[in-house]
């Protein structure tokens, strides 16, 4: 099982609809949660963070649920500049040592 | 604040041959990871520093790949002799101490292609 998964897409949307990204992650230890966004052949970038409380950044809203070991980005009011490649990243312990773990990423293809 | 850089962008060589790529990061950032996008996969860990220490080498596929940070400032990582199957982008980025809670800032990456 990969230790994190999220559905790769593409997800088509027009401009100004509401999209939803989901991710699991496998190890229950992982300690911290983020939404990278990466443009094509570009670095990943970071988005925002996720907690578990819940957490929102204008357009953009992130949810944690620990117990599911679930992860969710939603994104209001689609614009064509959000097309790109969303990665769902955790901090876990895949090695000696902690460090970022990617899922493959879901890409989002805004149209107008 | 400058932030991540790599060098070369881009790379091309032959089967067999060596190849070094470079990280310079944040300033005052002592952590610095490396990490390689093969086509197809996802963004995968190769190692960290800790200044010039390594902290975890777990991510290296094989002991064709050299990486090292002397003086705990910029990093190389060398590839030698080069496999077809080490094309991929290789991305360096850097965090603060706190990392876990803040993520850590990318460069743009190195695309190598081996032919």
């Known amino acids: 099982r990969k230790e994190v998964e999220q559905d790769p897409g593409p997800f088509n949307v027009p401009e100004g609809a509401t999209v939803a990204f989901n991710c699991t992650y496998s190890?229950?230890?992982?300690?911290?949660f983020f939404w990278y966004r990466q443009d094509c052949r570009k670095e990943p970038k970071l988005l925002m963070s996720v907690y578990s409380s819940g957490n929102e950044d204008g357009r953009f809203t992130a949810q944690l649920n620990r117990a599911s070991q679930y992860i969710s980005l939603l994104i209001r009011d689609s614009k064509l500049s959000d097309s790109a490649t969303y990665l769902c990243v955790v901090f876990g312990y895949g090695g000696s040592q902690g460090n970022l773990i990617f899922g493959k990423g879901t890409k989002l293809s805004v149209k107008p | 604040e400058a932030g991540v850089t790599q060098f070369p962008s881009h790379s091309v060589i032959e089967k067999g041959q060596t190849v070094t790529l470079r990280c310079d990061p944040i300033?005052?950032?002592?952590?610095l990871y490396w990490y390689r996008r093969v086509m197809g996969k996802e963004i995968k860990f190769l190692l960290h520093f800790v200044k010039e220490s390594k902290q975890d080498e777990s991510g290296m596929p094989n002991n064709r790949f050299l990486a090292e940070r002397t003086g705990g400032t910029y990093s190389t990582l060398k590839v030698q002799p080069a496999e077809l199957e080490d094309s991929g982008v290789y991305f360096c980025?850097?965090?603060?101490?706190?990392?876990?809670?803040?993520?850590?800032?990318f460069g743009s990456g190195t695309r190598l292609t081996v032919v």
């Open positions: 190890n229950s230890a992982s300690q911290s």
């Open positions: 980025a850097s965090s603060r101490w706190d990392r876990a809670n803040y993520g850590y800032t």
């Open positions: 300033s005052g950032h002592d952590n």
